[in-house]
C-alpha cells in the first residue's frame, strides 16, 4: 500500500505551487490548492528508472526507443480502447506547446479558433498570442454539471468560420468526462464544417466510476481525419516537471503539416529523462495509479460533503474526472478581486481565480484535490471560517 496520506515538504524545491505563493502574495503560511499537479511522491519504478540513468554519468542525446513507443500503445488499447500505431506518435515537450504548433500548422494568422469558456486558461493565450481571432462558446450548466449547447455551436462555427476547435477532456476546470455521444455530436459538427479538431486527453487516466473516458478519435473511424489527440504521462504520475508529451495523428497530411511546424520552431528533440519516465510509468506503475484513484476518490467525496455540510451557499460540480473541482462563490456577491483577496487574507488559502478561465468562471474558484487529506480538511476547515459570517447577497 502506497502511504498518500504522508506529507511531503515541497518548500524551497523550486515548486510553482509552493514556493512562488509567498513572493506572489506576500503572505507567509499560505495552503496551496491552486497548481494543477499533485503533492505525492511519484512511483517508485519512476524514481528507479530515473535514478539509474543519472547513475550511468553520461547524459547525452537520446534516441526514442521501440520500447517506449510499444508502452504507449499497449497503455492506450488496454486503458481506453484506443488504437494508434508507432508512426502516428509523435512527441512534444508539452500538451501546451503542442496546441501552438497544431495552431501554427492548420489555420492562419486571423483564422477564427474556437474554445468552450470556461476552458483551461492557456488555450485562450496561445490562440490569441499566435494572432488569431478567440471565440469563446459558453458551457451551460444543468443539474450540476456543464453541458454543451450543440445548436448554439454549431451556429458559431458557420457565423464565426471557425477553423480550429480545442476540445479539453476530460474538461478542466469543470471535471466533465465528455459521453460518447456528446463526442459524436462535436466531431460530426466539425466534420460537416470542416473545422479541425484538437483534443486535449491529458486527464485521460484521471476518471471516476461509472464514468468512462472516450478518446475523440475512438467515437468514429473517420474522426481521426479531422483531429489530432494530445496527451501524456505527466499528469497521470505527477511528474510535470519532466517535460514530455504525446501526439497522436493518425491522418498523413495532418502528421505531416504538424511535423514541418514542429521543425520550422526547433521543437523535436525530447528530455531524456522524459522518455525514461514515461516508459517506466505506463510499464510498471498501473497498481500506483489504481491506489492513486481511490485515494482520490475518496478525497473528491470528503471534499464534496465538507461543502454540503459546512459550506452550503458554496455550490460546485462533483467532478467526474481530474482531481479539480469548480466552485461558485457567487451566492456572497463578492467581486472576483474580493473574492480572492478574502480567500488569501482570511482563509490563507490559494485557489485559482474562475475568471482566468473565461467570462462565464467569475465569481467561482478551482480548488485542486490531489493532496494528504490532512492538508486538504485544513485548507477546507480555513475556508469555511472565513466564510463564516459572509454575508449572502
Known amino acids: 500500500m502506497i502511504n498518500f496520506d504522508k506529507v511531503h515538504p515541497r518548500l524551497n524545491t523550486n515548486s510553482v505551487k509552493w514556493d512562488t505563493i509567498a513572493k506572489t502574495y506576500k503572505e507567509e503560511n499560505l495552503l496551496p490548492l491552486w497548481v494543477a499537479d499533485m503533492d505525492f511522491l511519484a512511483p517508485e519504478p519512476v524514481k528507479k528508472a530515473l535514478e539509474k540513468a543519472v547513475a550511468q554519468g553520461i547524459y547525452g542525446y537520446s534516441t526514442i526507443p521501440d520500447s517506449l513507443l510499444e508502452s504507449i500503445i499497449?497503455?492506450?488499447?488496454?486503458?481506453?480502447?484506443?488504437?494508434?500505431?508507432?508512426?502516428?506518435?509523435l512527441f512534444n515537450s508539452g500538451v501546451v506547446p503542442s496546441i501552438a504548433l497544431a495552431i501554427q500548422s492548420y489555420t492562419q494568422e486571423?483564422?477564427?479558433?474556437?474554445?468552450?469558456?470556461?476552458?483551461?486558461?492557456?488555450?485562450?493565450?496561445?490562440?490569441?498570442?499566435?494572432?488569431?481571432?478567440?471565440?469563446?462558446?459558453?458551457?451551460?450548466?444543468?443539474?450540476?454539471?456543464?453541458?454543451?449547447?450543440?445548436?448554439?455551436?454549431?451556429?458559431?462555427?458557420?457565423e464565426k468560420k471557425v477553423k480550429l476547435f480545442l476540445l479539453c477532456n476530460p474538461h478542466n476546470p469543470g471535471g466533465r468526462v465528455w459521453t460518447k455521444e456528446e463526442l459524436l455530436a462535436i466531431g460530426r459538427i466539425c466534420q460537416k464544417h470542416q473545422v479541425i479538431v484538437v483534443s486535449d486527453e491529458i486527464h485521460q487516466d484521471i476518471v471516476f466510476a461509472p464514468n468512462h473516458f472516450v478518446s475523440f478519435q475512438t467515437v468514429e473511424p473517420n474522426f481521426a481525419d479531422f483531429s489530432i489527440i494530445l496527451t501524456s504521462a505527466t499528469k497521470t504520475f505527477n511528474l510535470a516537471g519532466i517535460?514530455?508529451?504525446?501526439?497522436?495523428?493518425?491522418?498523413k497530411t495532418l502528421r505531416s503539416q504538424f511535423s514541418k511546424t514542429q521543425e520550422r520552431n526547433v521543437q523535436g528533440e525530447i528530455n531524456t529523462f522524459g522518455l525514461i519516465a514515461t516508459e517506466a510509468a505506463y510499464r510498471e506503475s498501473e497498481e500506483w495509479l489504481e491506489e492513486l484513484l481511490s485515494y482520490l476518490e475518496a478525497n473528491r467525496t470528503f471534499v464534496c460533503d465538507f461543502l454540503t455540510d459546512q459550506?452550503?451557499?458554496?455550490?460546485?460540480?462533483?467532478?467526474?474526472?481530474?482531481?479539480?473541482?469548480?466552485?461558485?462563490?457567487?451566492?456572497?456577491?463578492?467581486?472576483?478581486?474580493?473574492?480572492?483577496?478574502?480567500?488569501?487574507?482570511?482563509?490563507?488559502?490559494?485557489?485559482?481565480?474562475?475568471?482566468?478561465?473565461?467570462?462565464?468562471?467569475?465569481?467561482?474558484?478551482?480548488?485542486?484535490?490531489?493532496?494528504?487529506?490532512?492538508?486538504?480538511?485544513?485548507?477546507?476547515?480555513?475556508i469555511a471560517a472565513a466564510f463564516k459570517d459572509q454575508p449572502i447577497d
Open 74 to 89: 499497449d497503455w492506450q488499447q488496454r486503458r481506453h480502447g484506443y488504437t494508434i500505431n508507432k508512426e502516428a506518435i
Open 110 to 158: 486571423g483564422d477564427a479558433v474556437l474554445i468552450h469558456d470556461p476552458v483551461y486558461h492557456p488555450f485562450a493565450h496561445v490562440v490569441k498570442n499566435n494572432q488569431r481571432t478567440l471565440i469563446q462558446e459558453p458551457l451551460l450548466e444543468k443539474d450540476g454539471r456543464f453541458v454543451i449547447d450543440f445548436d448554439a455551436m454549431e451556429r458559431t462555427i458557420i
Open 243 to 251: 517535460k514530455n508529451s504525446m501526439v497522436f495523428i493518425k491522418d
Open 311 to 382: 459550506l452550503p451557499t458554496v455550490s460546485f460540480q462533483k467532478p467526474e474526472g481530474t482531481y479539480l473541482i469548480w466552485l461558485d462563490f457567487s451566492a456572497y456577491g463578492l467581486t472576483d478581486n474580493q473574492l480572492h483577496r478574502k480567500l488569501i487574507k482570511e482563509a490563507s488559502v490559494v485557489l485559482n481565480q474562475g475568471s482566468i478561465f473565461g467570462p462565464h468562471g467569475s465569481h467561482h474558484m478551482r480548488l485542486n484535490f490531489a493532496c494528504p487529506k490532512e492538508l486538504l480538511e485544513k485548507a477546507l476547515n480555513q
